[in-house]
């Protein structure tokens, strides 16, 4: 392990330099890796662990969208793609990646084939942390592992492809091989992560659930309606608000917090930006810390997760996830966005 400063803590970190993909694939040379679930994560773990040389089957409803996807992902049925059932009994190592609410779903059927000595691997610490809601309980034979990438499956893979890695976190829940975390971080490098980062399925959990619900979709979602209406109220125009709420943040902004930090992208902006964004950045922070404590505790005693399992559960949830999403897609705010997208010369060619 790597010991690096961040900002003052020295944390420890797994490189695929010190772990290499040689060592990985040495790992798991006699492993036979099921990946169950082909939706979010599926995809580009299924595909990476391929590229890597571990063999590697896929689980999925027979028949459905996704089954087709993994078909015209170059997974054969028969071979490397099977139903569930029958992918979990030829497998070694379990990767669990279906959703938190189908994951309690399928929990009684996958169960049985969780035999002594084979490996549950999850990718988000949901089902284990709030067992006392999802009824997933393993048996104490098997190691019970996690590997979560930070960030979608799709970015995963799109890394993994232009010679990148999503770093991501692992965490032993049940070590019964006395060998699980040689293997996960086997499987962690294999499926593409940049470096590794050692957490438990709770702080994963709690600071995921956070994150989603906060900055990285629920209060960026938040601030960006609030901003475009005001802007409009005031008597901007929709082209004029969408850019300064979204467009310059997207295409310009966020890349180079991303190449360099926070600091750099202000040295990069106008005196004017600076002193107002540093500034109002203070006002900004101090307003929102108790919706991140109420955001925090809800998460925290499990209260977010009771919500996703009774909502997710329901037989109309497609329908209404659906409804919601488009209501959201007919705002002003996103109708501008896609002319805005549309006149961008990339979307122009031709």
Same mark, same amino acid.
């Given at each position: 392990?790597?010991?690096?400063?961040?900002?003052?803590?020295?944390?420890?970190?797994?490189?695929?330099?010190?772990?290499?993909?040689?060592?990985?694939?040495?790992?798991?040379?006699?492993?036979?890796?099921? !990946?169950?679930?082909?939706?979010?994560?599926?995809?580009?773990?299924?595909?990476?662990?391929?590229?890597?040389?571990?063999?590697?089957?896929?689980?999925?409803?027979?028949?459905?969208?996704?089954?087709?996807?993994?078909?015209?992902?170059?997974?054969?049925?028969?071979?490397?793609?099977?139903?569930?059932?029958?992918?979990?009994?030829?497998?070694?190592?379990?990767?669990?990646?279906?959703?938190?609410?189908?994951?309690?779903?399928?929990?009684?059927?996958?169960?049985?084939?969780?035999?002594?000595?084979?490996?549950?691997?999850?990718?988000?610490?949901?089902?284990?942390?709030?067992?006392?809601?999802?009824?997933?309980?393993?048996?104490?034979?098997?190691?019970?592992?996690?590997?979560?990438?930070?960030?979608?499956?799709?970015?995963?893979?799109?890394? /993994?492809?232009?010679?990148?890695?999503?770093?991501?976190?692992?965490?032993?829940?049940?070590?019964?091989?006395?060998? %699980?975390?040689?293997?996960?971080?086997?499987?962690?490098?294999?499926?593409?992560?940049?470096?590794?980062?050692?957490?438990? /399925? =709770?702080?994963?959990? /709690?600071?995921?659930?956070?994150?989603?619900?906060?900055?990285?979709?629920?209060?960026?979602?938040?601030?960006?309606?609030?901003?475009?209406?005001?802007?409009?109220?005031?008597?901007?125009?929709?082209?004029?608000?969408?850019?300064?709420? !979204? =467009?310059?943040?997207?295409?310009?902004?966020?890349?180079?917090?991303?190449?360099?930090?926070?600091?750099?992208?202000?040295?990069?902006?106008?005196?004017?930006?600076?002193?107002?964004?540093?500034?109002?950045?203070?006002?900004?922070?101090?307003?929102? !810390?108790?919706?991140?404590?109420?955001?925090?505790?809800?998460?925290?005693?499990?209260?977010?997760?009771?919500?996703?399992?009774? !909502?997710?559960?329901?037989?109309?949830?497609?329908?209404?996830?659906?409804?919601?999403?488009?209501?959201?897609?007919?705002?002003?705010?996103?109708?501008?966005?896609?002319?805005?997208? %549309?006149?961008?010369?990339?979307?122009?060619?031709?």
């Amino acid at each position: 392990m790597a010991k690096i400063n961040f900002g003052g803590v020295w944390e420890e970190v797994v490189t695929s330099e010190e772990f290499t993909l040689s060592r990985a694939q040495e790992v798991l040379k006699n492993e036979t890796v099921a !990946v169950l679930g082909y939706g979010v994560q599926g995809p580009g773990q299924a595909l990476n662990l391929r590229d890597n040389g571990i063999r590697v089957i896929v689980g999925q409803r027979e028949g459905g969208k996704t089954w087709q996807k993994a078909v015209d992902d170059g997974f054969v049925p028969g071979k490397t793609l099977f139903p569930v059932e029958e992918a979990a009994k030829r497998g070694t190592v379990i990767e669990y990646l279906l959703s938190d609410a189908g994951q309690t779903q399928m929990w009684p059927t996958l169960k049985p084939y969780l035999t002594k000595g084979k490996t549950l691997y999850f990718s988000h610490g949901f089902s284990i942390t709030y067992r006392d809601q999802t009824n997933v309980i393993p048996p104490a034979d098997i190691d019970v592992i996690l590997v979560a990438p930070k960030g979608s499956g799709r970015s995963l893979r799109t890394n /993994f492809l232009d010679g990148s890695g999503l770093n991501s976190s692992y965490a032993i829940f049940q070590d019964a091989s006395g060998k %699980a975390t040689e293997k996960t971080l086997a499987l962690g490098i294999a499926i593409g992560s940049g470096y590794l980062f050692p957490t438990t /399925f =709770e702080k994963e959990v /709690f600071s995921d659930l956070t994150g989603e619900r906060g900055v990285l979709m629920g209060c960026l979602a938040g601030v960006m309606e609030a901003q475009y209406n005001v802007l409009r109220k005031n008597g901007h125009s929709p082209s004029e608000a969408f850019n300064e709420t !979204v =467009e310059e943040l997207t295409q310009s902004l966020i890349r180079l917090v991303a190449e360099n930090g926070m600091d750099w992208m202000y040295a990069n902006c106008s005196t004017t930006a600076q002193r107002g964004a540093l500034d109002w950045k203070g006002p900004f922070r101090d307003a929102v !810390v108790p919706v991140f404590d109420k955001l925090y505790e809800s998460v925290r005693t499990g209260e977010e997760t009771r919500i996703v399992l009774s !909502v997710n559960n329901a037989p109309d949830y497609r329908e209404k996830l659906n409804a919601e999403l488009e209501t959201m897609n007919k705002t002003e705010m996103w109708q501008a966005g896609a002319a805005v997208r %549309a006149l961008r010369p990339e979307n122009r060619k031709g």
